[in-house]
């Protein structure tokens, strides 16, 4: 019997299918293994039988990985399991970049009381018009994730033409993209075409500010960029700065700050990039089975 520690009960839909194997626990001291989703991990060092930690989640800059590392904790999360809903939000925002439907709708809402409504509206059509997805040139960086490629396979049926780049890309990655993706060797080759850049990889010390003043000046004016990665791979300074220029003409993030989300051409999105039922499950499912997986077996495998 193990005890397992659930964060906000996150894993409790997975962990029901081992009900022999694990009882919850909840005395910092002895749990085998922690599920957890946002909360902050960077305080472990208290609990000398703690063998793992699985993040329902695909990030794991929550938890005090160099810790882990020290100690033998296996440290799991399950990249996979949410990046069907990831892509969805990319799209959304892609297309609330495309189209003003976000003060249309507060426009519409507005009208309540309108007798005109239906002749005001027809005077609405040029001042909302927007642009459509087809035709333009979506780069991802990041193009070989879980993420990247779906959202890569998906902006072609939305007729867009995709390019992108991934140092780190595997064969199966690689396989798993249509033909069609045309794959860069750098970073800038993709950034000079594209007329929307989407960002897919993990925020490291490595790749933290990724979108900077120099990488901002190698693409296209009115660039629109979407970030459902992490907040710090984008600087935030370099970013309002472009979005004062017009340089980049709209930023679409799941991780505003508070002068970002002020910013008239920042759509900020509250971290909902994971946020569905169908998710949510699946990350449970996925961090409970890692984690008893690992304690019954040994095994180490992420999904
Ligand atoms: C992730 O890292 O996959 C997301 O941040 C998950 C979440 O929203 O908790």
Sequence with gaps: MYTVKLYNNIAKAGLDQFTDQYEIGDDKTNEDAIVVRSANLHDIDYNPNLKAIARAGAGVNNIDIETCTKKGIAVFNTPGANANAVKELVFAGMLLASRDIYNAITWAKSQTD??????????????????????????????????????????????????????????DAAWSLSRWVKHENTMESVLKDADFVTIHIPQTPDTMNTINKETISQMKDGVKILNMARGGLVNEEDMLEALDSGKVAIYVTDFPTPKLAAHPHCIPIPHLGASTAESEENCAVNAAKEVMDYLEYGNIANS
């Design 114 to 171: 309108n007798p005109n409504l239906a002749k005001d509206m027809e005077k609405q059509k040029k001042k909302y018009a927007g642009h459509e997805l087809a035709g333009k040139t979506l780069g991802i960086i990041g193009v070989g994730g879980a993420i990247g490629r779906r959202v890569a396979n998906a902006a072609l049926r939305f007729d867009m033409e995709v390019h992108g780049y991934d140092p780190y890309m595997t064969v």
